[in-house]
Structure formats: C-alpha cells, structure tokens
C-alpha cells in the first residue's frame, strides 16, 4: 500500500525500548536479567547512533548482535522459531525487523504485510488517520473517540492451498507522541462535528494540523493464527444467506469452509435431502451439490439402506464415523458404493429441522482417519445452520416455478395459476438465451365480470363518534386531574391548561375533524402526562386520579382506546363471518365452473370474479355456468344478509350492513399489470366499468334523497334491461324458495362522475326464514341444463 498518504511524521527510535532495559537494570530486585540489562545499556550507551532518531537503518546490520540483544525483550530467543512478530515505523506497515515466520508468511518484497485484510486499503489508509486523531484525542484533550476494528490478515498455505487466517495484534508501547507547537483548543461543537463525520480526515486535518504531531519509536506487529474461529465465523455467515444451496457456486464456498476448518484440502461435502418419511428418504431425495448417497451409481444400483451408515445417523440423530472403508467389515452396498467414489474416510450427520430429520450432510476423505470424532465436534456447532439452510433449499425447490411467478407477478389464485406457469416456463426457457428475457403479457380476453359488496352503513360516520368519546373521555379524565391539583394548590397554569382541556373537548363536540386525533394525543403526551410525576404526591385525591387516568389509557396506543376497539372488534367479527361464508363457497362455486377471483376487506367485504373460455385451461366455457354463479352469488348475498342479522347481537356497536351486486352482460378483458402485481380491466372502454364498481355504493334514487343501498336489502345494479330481466327471473325463484320478500322496487339512479344512465332493483331478504338454517350448496341445483349443454 502507498505509505505517503500517512500525513504525519513518523521516525524510528529505540528510546523507549533502551528505558525498558535501564528499568530492568535499575530494578531494586536482583534476578537473572538484571546484570545483562546493566551490561546491555552500558554498552548501547557507548555507540550514540543507536540512541536518539536513527534516519539509517543500516545502522541497525551494523549493529546487528547488539541489537537483537535489545529486541529480545521483544522477540525471546525461546520463541524466535515460532512467533509471527515484526516491528515497523509507527503506523507504517513495512517491517524493520521481524521473525522467520513473519518474513515467509507475510511480507512481500518491499517488506510490506498489510495486503489482503479484511478491510480495503482505502479504509485501513484511512482507520491509520483516524487512530491517529483518536489517540490525541484523548491523551491531550480526555475525549474518546476510539474505534477497533478487528484485522484479519489471509494467506494461501502454500502447502494445502487453502485459505488461513491470521488476527493483527498492533502494540504501541514503544511509541512517542511529539506535538510540534501548541495544540488548538477544541470546543464541543468541534467533537460532534467529529463524531458525526468520523471518516472525514480532511475535517480532522482543518481541526488539528498533522505537522503538530510527530510519532517517534517503533510499533510490534504480532500475528496470531485465528483459521479455526474465523473459518466458523464465515461458514455461518455463509450459511445464513438464503441462497446458498441454490446452485454449485454457494455449494463450493461451503466445501471451502469445511476444507478450510478441517484443514484437509481432498475433503468433500455432500448433502442430501428427503421430503417424505424416514425410511424412503434416500429414494426420495434430492441431491445438494455433490451428494455421494444420490450419486449416479449409488443411486442406480442400491436399492435399500438397512444397516448403512445413513440409516444409522438417521436413527440415532448423531454424527456416524466410518474411519476406513477398506478395511470396514460387513460392508453395506451402500458403503462399496462410495468408495468405489474414492471415498476412505466417511462422515454422515442428520440435519434435523423442527423435530424431523430432513436430510444429511456427509463429509469424505481419501484419507483414512482424517474425520475422526475429535475433529467432528468443529461440525455439530454448525449443524443447525445447514438443516436451516436445507430446509430454505427444500422450500425454493418445492416452488421453482412458483418462486419464478411470485417474482414477476403475485401470489397466484389457483383458477389462472396454469397460465401463469406457462408464461414462467416460457420465460425460463427463453433467460437460456437471453438474460434480459421479459415474462410475456397475461390477457384474459372475453371474461365475465361479477362483482358483490357487503358494506358497512356509515362506517366513517359510528368510527368517528366512537373516537371522538375516547377522545373526550381521555380529556375529561385528564381534567379531573388538573381539577384535583388546583384543589390543593392554587396556580394560574392549572386554570390555562383547564381551559386549552376545555377547549379541545368543545372542538369534539361539532364532530370529528381531520387532525383532531394527532392534536389530542400530542397534547396530552406534551402538556398533561409530563406534570404527573410533578404534582402526584399533592394529595390523595390527585394520585387516585392519575391512578384512574394511567388505568383507562391503553398501553400501546397510549390513548383511551374503548369506543374504538368495540368498533374494531365489531368490524373484525362481520369481516371474518363474512369472509368465513365467502371462502367456504367459492371453494364449491369453483367446481360449477374455474374461475377467477378476489376478495377485498375494509369496513365490510367487496369481491369480483371473472369467468369466461379464457379463464379456464381445459373446460369450454357455455353460458349456463355464468348464470349458475350469478344465481350462486345471489344466494350468497342472501345468506351473509342474514348471517349479519344473527351477528348483530354479539356486536358492542350496533352495525348494519348493506349489499349490492353490479351487473354486466358485456365480457371484457382483464390484462395483469406486472408493476403493480395486480389484475385490472383492460382497455378504455373497460375502464369504464371500474369506476362503476368505485362509485355505486355511494348512488341515490333519482328524485329522493336515499341512499341506493338499505339495511337488509340486496341492490341489483344494471344497465340493460335484458341484465334486469335475467335477475328478476332469479327474484322469483328465491321468493319461492324463501330467500326473499316480495317487495321488488324498480328504481333509476342519480348520475355519477363518469357513470350515467344506472338501474336498479332492490328486494328485502326474508331474515327470518327458515331456508337459512340449511347449507348454501344445497340450494344450487344445475345438473339437468348442464346435462342438456353436456348433449347438444
């Protein structure tokens, strides 16, 4: 790396070494050391280029006895075959003086030995500096502002080829700061600037000029071997990415690792997986990388795994150990098998994921003995990641085609799923050829649209009613407070925080505006909750008040939440009755005819379907199973109209629901947008009828002023009379049947933005009939015009 970034000045000294070994020769304590560190300090102290700055390092092979004397409090003679230690000008990463070890593993020809960290050399150039200011930082000024970053050095062994990691200890104890001048004075705007800009060197350069300090001495360098720990802490890193058993490049990584933890560069990796129980999970399985139990031969020519090394682990749940094939006696086929692989030394794990076993991983040697139960325990740490991860596998390869569609499209319904694995089959087909491959346009053309709602009555109106009595009962609590507290302490800000209670609970009067619930809350959170721990111990009275008021507000939403959560949970409880009604049906209603389908929840449940020859991949389409699922959604309007009636008891807030079917003679076609994951009508015409579908909820009769949709009534909206005729054909039936009133009205509706010229009939169900109590799908009969369509 380029040392000429390093903006300070830096110059090697043996001073503090030299003070080291006067220390030891002063020590009042005789020992062994002391008459060598005397002799050794008399005799630096005669050659006066060794004291001081040395500038000429060739000084120091001039000196060369004398001097590893002095690095032997340092480097110890007992040690010098084995340790990894260098030392070099004060943060410059080139060696002076380094052992054996350190030279052949670490440095290049300039001596250098900081390539090939974990860090880039930009941001080491740059750690150096910011070290540098750290330690100013706090010797001169008490701020620190420390950072550590761990430096992990890797090597190739030159013998095995795998990778090896080594740990940078730096020790600065031989260093000595020289400021050059008078520092500046730092103020405390300064330090957070700093420490919001940490990495700037240039802001630390205009704080604090570089040419003030002056690093004299030398700093040890030792390196420490860190292979097994950091081997681990990659292959769990590693395991953890969601992706690494989804092809050959993550498998290799991984048998990388092992290689790399088990420092055995012929080790091999297998993983094998089984999706059913455990005695056919081999012949089920699916291979993960290089499997040896799914390998071509294995595979063709062992046809059961009793008593194998596989059924064992599998069985006991631990790691089974075969430390020679060759000499193995009673070898299973399964076990000839794999040496014939050049497999010796066999490892076979169980990856156990929620109580199953969901697979195995194996590990091979050529060499007998090398996997052996004391080097096992560095695998049975990281099984659970691998059974993880071959779980994710497991999943991703369960739904390959599915994952294709989930990334292009959406979750898929069923009914039109075959088209869209067309289209991803059709697109992996074509990424073969070309990597910029689009997933062609899904058009459903000529489809019937048939669209339900079931909504709540002024649901805005009884949400915002039930908000604003918590509001106001969250204030009025509040006031007994302030009330109890000026009781005993009489102070003209009790009385202005009355009044500004007073005034807010007189806004909720006139209704709920937009804002009101934000400007409470903060109002209470700023002005009233912070005076509690303030005036709690006045009196008796304010504390039982502060007590009621802490007990009424709830502890998520930090509001009185009573009105609003009866009102949720009432909404909630039609919600899921009527989706319960509508999930349980149209799971039949796809059996009339495939179809598809979407379901909404808000304040009540909206759905549409689409049906039509373009929909469905192998039945053809007639126009009996149209009016088949129009009759079918009629009935099922019936049955959630008076599922509400049964409901509405068990509700805290009374709810009144209303129901209304749209109706279009006219197919159209519906396109699925891939940026916005969704199915819509496609085409300018087409639009027209989603604003319908948006807008006629909110339709009046013409001439009065009511509202279109009633309480227990179902609302058919048309636009042909052809459209009126078919349903009142379905009017009568249910009437016979005992579904519906005999009150038709026949009515035109006032014109809406971009809607013109809307009918409607409108008829009372029957909720007290006794035609409810049987199941829906009994009620659809169809069979003999089907048989009829079925002969023409």
């Known amino acids: ?116 960290l974990n860090v880039s050399p930009e941001y080491f150039d740059v750690g150096k500096i910011i070290t540098v200011y750290a330690t100013v930082l706090k010797r001169v000024y008490n701020v620190d502002m420390t950072v550590i970053v761990p ?111 088990f420092r055995n560069p012929d080790l ?163 990424e073969n050829s070309d990597e910029f491959a689009q997933m062609e346009e899904i058009i459903f053309r000529d489809v019937y649209p048939l669209y339900a709602l079931s909504d709540i009555r002024n649901s805005s109106l009884i949400r915002n009613k039930s908000i604003q009595k918590d509001l106001r009962d969250n204030l009025r609590l509040a006031r007994e407070i302030i009330l109890a507290a000026s009781a005993v302490k009489l102070m003209p800000e009790f009385e202005h925080i009355i009044y500004k209670i007073d005034k807010h609970i007189y806004m909720l009067e006139d209704g ?34 502060i007590d009621k008021y802490k007990n009424a507000v709830d502890k998520d939403l930090g509001l009185i939440y009573r009105k609003r959560k009866e009102y949720d949970q009432s909404v909630k409880l039609l919600n899921e009755n009527i989706s319960s009604i509508v999930d349980d049906e149209e799971e039949y209603a796809q059996t009339i005819y495939p179809h598809y389908f979407e379901k909404y929840k808000t304040d009540g449940v909206e759905y549409t379907m689409y049906i039509g020859d373009a929909i469905s991949e192998k039945e053809r389409f007639h126009p009996v199973y149209l009016r088949n699922l129009r009759l079918w959604q009629f009935l099922l309007m019936c049955r959630v109209a008076a599922m509400a009636e049964k409901v509405k008891p068990m509700l805290k807030i009374k709810l009144e629901l209303a129901h209304l079917i749209l109706v279009q003679n006219v197919p159209l076609s519906i396109r699925f947008h891939h940026d916005q994951k969704k199915f819509d009508v496609d085409g300018t015409y087409n639009v027209h009828y989603e604003i319908m579908k948006k ?47 005999k009150d038709v009205e026949f009515m035109e509706l006032e014109d809406l933005q971009g809607v013109y010229g809307l009918k409607a009939l409108r008829v009372s169900v029957d909720l007290e009939s006794a035609v409810f109590e049987n199941s829906l799908k009994s009620d659809i009969n169809y069979n003999k015009e089907l048989k009829e369509f079925i002969k023409s």
């Open 512 to 545: 709920l505006q937009t804002g009101d619930e934000a400007n409470v809350a903060s109002f209470l959170k700023k002005e009233i909750e912070p005076l509690f721990e303030s005036i709690v111990n006045l009196s008796a009275d304010v504390n039982t008040a």
């Open 151 to 261: 430096l992990i050095r890797t090597i190739t062994d030159k013998d095995t080829g795998l990778e090896r990691y080594f740990k940078l200890n730096l020790d600065d104890r031989f260093i000595d700061v020289q400021f050059h001048g008078e520092l500046p004075e730092i103020t405390q705007e300064q330090i957070t600037l700093l420490s919001e800009n940490m990495f700037n060197v240039q802001l630390w350069q205009e704080i604090i000029n570089p040419e003030l300090i002056e690093f004299r001495g030398f700093l040890v360098v030792n390196m420490f071997e860190v292979t097994d720990q950091e081997a681990l802490s990659k292959l769990k890193f590693d395991l953890l990415d969601k992706n690494i058993l989804s092809g050959q490049t993550g498998f290799t990584v991984l048998e990388n690792r092992i290689r790399t933890m």
């Open 268 to 430: 091999k990796l297998g993983i094998a997986s089984f999706s059913d129980d455990k005695t056919r999970f081999i012949r089920t399985g699916t291979k993960i990388g290089s499997s040896f139990i799914l390998s071509e031969s294995c595979a063709a020519k062992c046809t059961d795994y009793d008593d194998s090394i596989y059924e064992k682990a599998v069985n006991t749940g631990e790691p089974q150990i075969l430390y020679d094939l060759n000499i193995l006696p009673n070898c299973t086929k399964v076990e000839k098998e794999i040496r014939g692989l050049g497999v010796r030394n066999l490892m076979v794990a169980p990856l156990i994921s929620e109580g199953r076993t969901i697979g195995v991983i194996e590990l091979g040697s050529s060499k007998p003995g090398a996997l052996n139960s004391i080097n096992a325990l560095k695998l049975i740490e990281i099984l659970p990641l691998f059974s993880l991860a071959l779980k994710r596998s497991l999943e991703d390869m369960e739904s390959r085609i599915q994952s294709v569609i989930k990334e292009k499209c959406t979750a898929v319904h069923p009914a039109v799923e075959w088209r869209f694995r067309r289209a991803a089959l059709n697109l992996i087909e074509k």
């Open 695 to 741: 807008r006629i909820d909110k339709a009046e009769i013409r001439g009065k002023e009511e509202r279109l949709t009633q309480p227990g009534k179902i609302a058919i909206v048309y636009t042909q009379q052809n459209e009126a005729n078919e349903y009142l054909q379905y009017i009568e039936y249910l009437q016979a049947k005992g579904f519906l009133k």
């Open 1 to 116: 790396m380029n040392n000429t970034n390093f903006p300070f000045k830096t110059t090697f000294s043996l001073n503090k070494l030299i003070d080291f070994w006067r220390n030891t020769a002063n020590n009042a304590e005789e020992c062994i050391g002391t008459e060598f560190a005397r002799k050794l300090v008399s005799d630096v102290e005669k050659i006066p280029e060794l004291n001081g700055i040395i500038t000429d390092l060739t000084v120091l092979d001039k000196h060369r006895e004398l001097v590893d004397a002095l690095m032997s409090a340092i480097f110890p003679p007992a040690y010098l075959n084995t340790n990894m230690t260098s030392i070099s000008l004060p943060l410059i990463s080139t060696s002076i003086y380094s052992t054996q070890r350190f030279k052949d593993y670490f440095e290049d020809e300039n001596r250098s030995f900081t390539f090939n």
